[in-house]
């Protein structure tokens, strides 16, 4: 079994298809981490000059304003809810003329949980959250703030009570280690599955062209499947070496960041954000991610002795990835059972970090239940699979 | 050649590929009505509601609360509060039924919106409004709508409206489906090289046959696609088929929803052509059908990735892929901005679909074939 293991590594390595997609995939990660990510503006930034212009404005208006029997209500509720938030203000603006970063998370912690209480409870048709959630056709803006003030003042929380180093690049998330969490947030996950579903596409389909050597080997068809699933599992997870070199380029740019960096987790039974450690986060989207990998791989496998086509492999395979695209809508978890949907996991960042939830309005979009039900469909996959291979009228290819 | 095509059709007829292709088809427009089905019930409405929001936190960005004519506000302020209330005239429309209030005020919207961009201090709130692209749209469907009487409408799940719909889909990725679909066509031929050597045609017939065959299920795909969504007569009616859709084809205008769909027709076919015959010179060049995949999708991705080589090379076809950014005027946003035009587009495709044939008939011989 090992040498036929080493004889399929040996050809997946130097597969013609599996070379290209990593230098593909190692241009992509240059290109990211050279154009994209130097480009990007957060919307919960560090900017004194917003700070300042809005503590003025309203330090102006708490000084001039007389409050007496005859005030318009709305000028009451301004003079009483300002005055606090004015405070935080203030802090920040000290914080950072003296570089105390520590302080300036503390204060802008405080900030933004009070900023969501009064947005959200109090503010409905006269506060917002800040303006760039508000872009044009965006339907769902004062939530998408919401979750984003929470998130914030989570994330400031734990840099406050952390020990972690601090710098502007930390608070803009603009570190590699950072810049990962945001990219699993976004379509990373998407990009590696395709990616495993073109290493497997073919990986039992190749054998069709020297049938007679391979038939030749002294090795079951089930055991045969199973180093093929493992070298596609392996050669899935060798993806992070072109990654990495993306991930150096923003390390040296923007600094490595911390493992020990909080990572808000939102959870919709308490409706409220704890923090873990980026170490943590990372680990559970890796374990995920290899989950993921094996419910494709064993898909394929199945399909390969079944319908024989790599183009059934490679389209059923997107059908699996891309399903979510066709039955979510925002809040649907709400109404319908997805999380027995695997495909409902596609966007392993989110569901790590709970986001999903959020979007969906569920409490089942957890990461325990996303390992459950892909381990459960990934068994079965193999079961009938081990069925089908062992019946005596089976033949391989 | 005739004889030729036959054996192709025989071979093709049980190719299990096509039948897959044919299976996703379905899988994609039953899957594409059931997310219609969820998503958009009130879409007029809830658009809205975000304008509304939208335009509530632009004018959050100015200090000033004085909104009085002699007040200490800006032009740009004063246009935002005018925005916000014909928004707010549009929802209200649209709840009480009165399509008429609903155009004249977007009438007037989409004027006041064309005034503001060149108001001094735009960029400021840029990003909570429509572009100057979409109002134009918006500006011209609204008076088409008023001159011709015609009522608006929210439905999107009848015949028509629904197959808008799913052509406009269609044309964001026909190109990405189309060489997946293709991108092995000739990958079994270097298999069996003896074999094709055998036929007594030359190969660029044989490679013209081939195309055929494989457009010949284009073909079905496509009509597919118009028998899934018959059974929507039956539930949800026609729908109008004389519906405006503004696009931008060089110059801005309206046309009906049946010519939307014709020019998506016209597309999809030339695309469908231009894919296999790449697929053709691709596998003849790299013999190998993923390489031949991942360099078609990074053709096709080249211009978003680098968005300055649209205005560079105005006249590479694959600026012209994604036929529905193209009439929805995205070009016209870029940093560079340029007027790629429906027209020229076609053109362009044609062309390059003839200089392949010309490329495949002066040097591809069986010659090139050697097994793999």
Known sequence: ?397 | MWKLLKNDFLIERTNKKNMIACLIVAIFVFGFFSYTKIENSQRLIDEKASEYQSVASALTKFQTADAMDYGNGSDLYYNLLQQQRYVVNQSMAMKVDRPQLYLESGIKLAELRANAFDMEGYEKVATNLPSRTENQLDSLFYQFMDRTGMVVTQDALSFFPFLLDLFMVLGSFWFIFMSIFSCGILIEEFHHTSLIKGYPVSFDKYVLAKCASSMFWVGILIAEIFICSLPFIYFYGLGDANYPVAIFDGNFKVIPTIEYIGIALVYIILISIFTVLLSVILNVLLKNMYLTLFVQLLLFIAPSLFPSLVSLVPFNPFNYMNFTNLLNGHSLELAEPVELEMLHGLIYIGISTVLMLIGVKLFFTTGKLKKV
């Open chain 1, 1 to 397: 079994m090992r040498a036929y293991f080493k004889f399929e590594f040996i050809q997946f390595l130097f597969n013609k298809k599996n070379i290209a997609i990593y230098v593909i995939l190692l241009f992509l990660a240059c290109f990211y981490a050279l154009k994209i990510a130097p480009s990007y503006d957060p919307i919960e930034k560090v900017d004194r000059d917003e700070i300042e212009a809005r503590f003025l404005t309203r330090e102006d208006f708490l000084n001039n304003v007389v409050i007496d029997e005859n005030s318009y209500p709305l000028t009451r509720f301004a003079a009483a809810i300002y005055p606090e938030w004015n405070e935080y203000d203030k802090q920040r603006l000290d914080a950072l003329d003296s570089n105390r970063l520590r302080e300036y998370a503390g204060s802008t912690y405080k900030w933004y949980e009070y900023s969501d209480y009064m947005i959200f409870r109090n503010g409905n048709g006269l506060l917002y959250y800040n303006p760039r959630y508000y872009t044009a056709g965006n339907l769902y803006a004062t939530e998408d703030g919401h979750y984003a003030y929470m998130y914030s003042a989570s994330r400031y929380k734990g840099y406050a009570q952390g020990d972690s180093e601090l710098s502007m690049d930390v608070f803009e998330e603009r570190t590699a280690l950072q810049t990962l969490q945001r990219l699993l947030h976004g379509y990373l996950p998407i990009i590696l599955l395709v990616c495993c579903i073109l290493f497997t596409a073919d990986i039992v389909l190749k054998d069709k062209r020297n049938l007679t050597v391979i038939k030749g080997f002294p090795i079951s068809v089930w055991r045969r499947l199973v180093v093929k699933g493992g070298v596609a599992l392996i050669g899935s997870s060798l993806t992070i070496i072109p990654l990495s070199i993306g991930f150096i380029i923003v390390a040296i740019q923007h600094g490595m960041g911390d493992l020990n960096l909080p990572v808000p987790i939102f959870s919709y039974e308490a409706r409220a954000f704890t923090t873990i450690t980026m170490g943590e986060y990372l680990f559970q989207n890796v374990l995920l991610m290899l989950f993921w990998f094996l419910l494709l791989i064993s898909l394929l496998l199945l399909l390969s002795i079944q319908i024989r086509h790599e183009f059934a492999n490679l389209v059923l395979g997107c059908v699996v990835v891309f399903a979510e695209f066709y039955y979510y809508v925002r809040g649907l978890g709400f109404v319908k059972e997805i999380q027995w949907y695997p495909s409902s996991y596609v966007q392993v960042g989110q569901i790590v970090a709970g986001y999903r939830e959020y979007l969906n309005n569920s409490a089942s979009l957890t990461f325990e239940n996303g390992i459950a039900v892909m381990s459960v469909c990934t068994a079965i996959i193999l079961l009938v699979t081990l069925i089908i291979s062992k019946t005596k009228r089976f033949k391989y290819l």
